[in-house]
């Protein structure tokens, strides 16, 4: 009788583990679609706005939006805990949209998008020094696989070379990769709110010096409506809701789960272009596209069979 309860119990727990999982897969899934609007939808707001001044009015709103909804209960929450168990966590996702939107000024657009899905390849790799964790070689066949079909996906056959635009990118992807790892770690000792705050403030202070540095002779009068539309669509879906689901989705599943997940973007991407800029795939982006999708299954199958649960409580994914 007593084994059957705790049989029972195990079972309960597996199964609550397991539900987590699939749910903070689909976080991470929607945050690939809001992201994927974002992007088209980006180029709108560039037509009368640049790239630095749109980061600091677009973080500067999800700051405030965020700062009234949980900007009390972070202040509490962020006491006694030392600085530098968040400040990573910020700097590298504020490092990330600078250097990734200095980039896209110096190179095309379908080499940044495939450059930026490099995480699914150094995020495991990035995890290893930050947060201690040994690379599992198993994951290394669907995470190139992964990598290919990105490849195809963004670029086709049109080849793919790299010049000082694309070496900034790289950097960028640098930062992404770390900054899912750093953000893992910060959320040993913080909740989910507390460091998407963080991130949302470190990111628009840059931003702000950035565009002062950078971009000091741009005129914000001459914003058209269509792209403060944009701002706001960015600031609270992209920026405040993007990020919580990422961080959300980091307490449960780790950051190369997570940066293999997100390898889908540019999907997502790829359809919000051709519904909002008539952009069409390719042999080659379907190739690339049916590849992701092949990858990402084989791997949530493999890192499902893979997984342990032990009776003291869930484990994480990968």
């Known amino acids: 009788m007593y084994e059957r309860c705790i049989d029972r119990e195990v079972a309960v727990t597996r199964s609550a583990a397991h539900n987590d999982q699939a749910l903070s897969v689909s976080f991470i899934l929607l945050q690939s679609v809001i992201y994927g609007f974002g992007n088209p939808l980006t180029k709108i707001a560039y037509e009368s706005i640049t790239p630095l001044w749109c980061l600091t009015l677009r973080f500067s709103l999800a700051f405030v939006l965020f700062a009234v909804l949980f900007g009390k209960n972070v202040c509490l929450r962020l006491r006694g805990v030392m600085v530098m168990s968040y400040l990573p966590a910020g700097v590298s996702v504020a490092l990330v949209f600078i250097l990734n939107n200095i980039a896209l000024g110096m190179t095309s657009a379908t080499n940044v998008g495939f450059i930026m899905s490099l995480p699914v390849v150094i995020a ?96 914000l009068a001459i914003v058209q409506p269509a792209a403060w539309a944009v701002i706001i669509y960015l600031a609270v879906t992209c920026s405040c809701l993007g990020f919580m689901l990422q961080n959300l989705a980091l307490r449960r599943l780790s950051a190369a789960a997570v940066a293999l997940l997100q390898a889908t973007q540019p999907i997502m991407t790829t359809a919000a272009s051709w519904l ?22 084989a791997e949530a199958f493999t890192a499902n069979k893979a997984a342990k649960i032990p009776d003291s409580g869930p484990s994480k994914i990968f």
């Open 124 to 219: 495991p790799i990035m995890a290893v020094p930050i947060l201690k964790r040994r690379y599992d070689i198993r994951h290394l066949p669907a995470q190139l696989g992964s990598l290919a079909g990105i490849y195809l996906l963004c670029c086709g056959g049109n080849g793919f070379q790299l010049n000082t635009g694309d070496l900034i990118a790289l950097l960028s992807t640098v930062c992404w990769a770390a900054s899912l790892a750093y953000s893992e770690r910060s959320l040993t000792n913080i909740d989910a709110a507390s460091i998407t705050l963080v991130q949302i403030t470190i990111t628009a202070l840059l931003s702000f010096a950035g565009a002062l540095l950078f971009e000091r002779n741009t005129s």
């Open 276 to 297: 909002l800029l008539g952009e069409r795939l390719d042999f080659y982006g379907m190739a690339g596209a049916a590849m992701i999708i092949i990858c990402i299954a």
